[in-house]
């Protein structure tokens, strides 16, 4: 695993963690002003949800991902109910990738942006994403790119987007309702015919979806080669090329999956 902050002196915002039946990869969704109506932030929120939800994937074998998400989100949710207004539509959100194995399957859950990449022994790499957030900002891009950053006009056409988070016809995320979980997308495979996999925030899945310095394959290559960490470098690169922000960025890579 690795996980680096955006920047030096930002919290990072992404949570990864495992057992040896589980992974977990949670990508903080931080939104400007988020610290006036909770007190505890999205750092928080990403580390508290992750460690719950690994918590229940690996003590309640029995019961899905999604329902264990859903689980999740319900406590920590009521962690911070009292305090914070949990229910604003800047309150701390984020994505989630999970990886169990069950019965000789493994199981997978994307919610969000982030990225699972299933490295399979006969066949090319199957690349789990969740493809929602990307199509509902495509149709608030030419407004945005109209205004300027930071005008009030540009912050109302935001307040549009943002309004698609979690409502039928837009995106989904982890955030007060646990019901998202169930729009979550699933499935499972034999162990068998996996050799690895990846789990990869926003941050670092941008080497393929938006610097084009791989694709899928070529990751895989990399990260048996050099590691995560060679990843996470050439992002950074690109992004200093490109004078694009920086982003948080995490990867998980399993590479023993356990026998079928």
């Known amino acids: 695993m690795t996980s680096a902050a955006a920047r030096s002196g930002h919290a990072n915002e992404d949570f990864t963690g495992a057992t040896p ?7 903080g969704a931080g939104i400007p002003g988020t610290e ?8 928080w929120y990403a580390s508290r949800l992750g460690g719950r939800l690994l918590s229940l994937l690996s003590l309640v074998p029995g019961r899905s991902p999604s329902a264990l998400l859903a689980e999740a989100i319900e406590q920590v949710t009521d962690d911070h109910r009292d ?12 994505t989630v990738v999970v990886l169990r194995r069950s019965d000789g399957r493994i ?9 699972l990449v299933l490295d ?14 990307v199509i509902v900002s495509r149709s608030y891009r030419s407004a945005l790119e109209a205004t300027v950053a930071g005008s009030d006009e540009y912050h109302r056409v935001l307040r549009q ?18 019901r998202a979980a169930d729009e979550a997308i699933t499935g499972s495979c034999p162990i068998s015919e996996l050799t690895g996999a990846v789990l990869l925030s926003n941050g670092a899945s941008r080497i393929v979806d938006r610097f084009r ?14 590691g995560p960490g060679e990843i996470i470098h050439r992002v950074r690169e690109a992004e200093a090329r490109h004078a694009v922000p920086a982003d948080d960025a995490t990867i998980a890579h399993c590479t023993d999956l356990g026998e079928a």
């Open 83 to 94: 305090t914070c207004d949990v229910a604003n539509p800047i309150s701390p959100s984020a």
């Open 120 to 133: 399979r022994a006969e066949a090319a790499p199957l690349v789990v994403s969740d493809p929602r957030e």
């Open 21 to 27: 039946t589980a992974a977990v990869l949670i990508d």
């Open 213 to 226: 310095l791989a694709g899928w394959p070529g990751v895989l290559a990399i990260l048996a080669a050099s």
């Open 161 to 178: 987007l943002r309004a698609n988070r979690n409502q039928p016809g837009g995106f989904w995320l982890a955030k007060d309702d646990p």
């Open 107 to 115: 199981e997978h859950l994307v919610l969000g942006d982030s990225v």
């Open 36 to 43: 006036s109506i909770c007190r505890h932030g999205v750092a």
